[in-house]
């Protein structure tokens, strides 16, 4: 039932998101008495006269809603100030549902409403991606191994995966008293931020002092490229591809971008007194911080490729925006990390010039490992269907 609750939420958001507005899902809110309310589906468009916000309850039931979820999900919406309501339930509305409902201005979907909205709009849900960066086709062939000369034994799957992130844009300004001297830390930057699993996937700071975070500009990168919607038409049918939904809403994200910064900017200051010298480590405060901007979740398409012969299995991954290579497993001999530049054709062990071996009657590609060697002075390898007697 909860798959199903989340698969009707995506539903519901994709609709929003073909009428023109910005969709976060599960995000928490907090109200004037601090305290948390999640909505299902919030929906935001800037209009000339403001901003628009939508809130949206989605129930997947049997049972037809009452009224007293209505009145609840009004008190949520007058709590956070938030004027347009929408409740989706897959059961229908009782008759005073329906009544309160129209008296507090909600307007209640049931499946054949939202059935006739989707219709409405156009493209199919299933065939539909949102905000995802482009995917460059042409990175599908590039992926191939090519260093490896009998290429050909291999069994190719390749995948392309959509999973969503946060560009988070911050700005650290800290000021310290150090034995009566000011000292100020500043860092300036983007944070990405995994939306599925909360964790910092990149950082680079472009003022200032650069966070001890892991990151190699890879993702970030990713920022500078207009996120876009892409159909099955844009897809080749033969490349399975899959979509993760995010997890971690916006508030979240921000919330995680000020937590780590606190963790991994520092200043080293230098002091010296009358009697002493040193330095003393500097760290910021979550009020130091300011998020500037926060674009997402965008989802970042990845390629992933197996490669696959008897017992191995090789795997390389891309970014399917930008070609960066973030795995490959193709490159190097299982014995010693030299290049690679055969498959064992009895094992599939990944073998280099001077590990490989060529059966003396068929030339098959061996590895050291599976190659039979005769003889002391001319030595000569066979494999196990051309052994020796």
């Known amino acids: 039932m909860k798959e199903k609750g989340g698969t009707l939420e995506d539903t519901v958001a994709d609709y929003l998101r073909r009428t023109g507005f910005d969709v976060e899902r599960r995000v928490r809110l907090r109200d004037r008495f601090d305290v948390s309310h999640e909505i299902d589906v919030l929906a935001s468009k800037k209009e000339a006269f403001g901003t628009i916000r939508v809130a949206v309850e989605c129930k997947y039931v049997k049972a037809s809603m009452d009224i007293k979820e209505i009145r609840n999900f009004h008190d949520k919406l007058t709590s956070l100030g938030i004027t347009k309501g929408i409740f989706v339930s897959t059961g229908g509305f009782t008759t005073d549902a329906e009544s309160h409902a129209g008296a507090l201005g909600i307007d209640l979907w049931d499946t054949k409403t939202l059935e006739g909205k989707l ?11 949102y905000d995802t960066l482009p995917v460059r086709l042409d990175l599908v062939s590039s992926l191939k191994p090519r260093h490896l000369q009998n290429i050909n034994v291999l069994s190719e799957t390749i ?11 911050y700005h650290c300004f800290s000021q310290h008293t150090v034995r009566g001297a000011s000292a100020l830390l500043e860092s300036k930057g983007k944070v990405v931020i995994d939306a599925v699993s909360g964790q910092v996937a990149d950082c680079v700071a472009s003022v200032g002092q650069q966070p001890s975070i892991a990151g190699n500009a890879t993702y970030v990168s990713c920022s500078r490229i207009p996120p876009q919607t892409l159909t099955s038409e844009n897809l080749p049918a033969q490349l399975r591809r899959s979509v993760v ?3 971690v809403d916006s508030a979240r994200a921000k919330e995680i971008t000020k937590i780590e910064l606190v963790k991994s900017l520092s200043l080293q200051a230098a ?14 405060r979550k009020k130091d911080i300011d998020i500037l901007d926060i674009q997402g979740p965008v989802k970042i398409p990845f390629l992933f490729a197996t490669y696959r012969f008897r017992n191995y299995s090789y795997l390389k991954q891309c970014f399917a925006s930008t070609g960066a290579m ?3 497993q193709t490159t190097s001999c299982l014995v010693c990390r030299n290049p690679a530049v055969i498959v064992c054709e009895n094992c599939g062990a990944l073998a280099c010039e001077s590990h490989r071996k060529a059966c003396t009657v068929c030339g098959k590609n061996l590895c050291g490992t599976c190659a039979i060697a005769k003889g002391v002075i001319s030595k000569k390898h066979y494999c196990t269907q051309h052994q020796p007697v």
């Open 119 to 129: 219709t409405e709009s156009g493209t199919p849900e299933k065939d539909v991606i």
């Open 159 to 169: 995948e392309l995966a959509f999973r969503p992130y946060y560009f988070v844009d």
């Open 245 to 247: 939904g995010h997890e």
């Open 271 to 284: 002091f010296q007194t009358t009697r002493t010298k040193g330095t003393i480590l500097l760290k910021p």
């Open 326 to 328: 973030t795995l490959d």
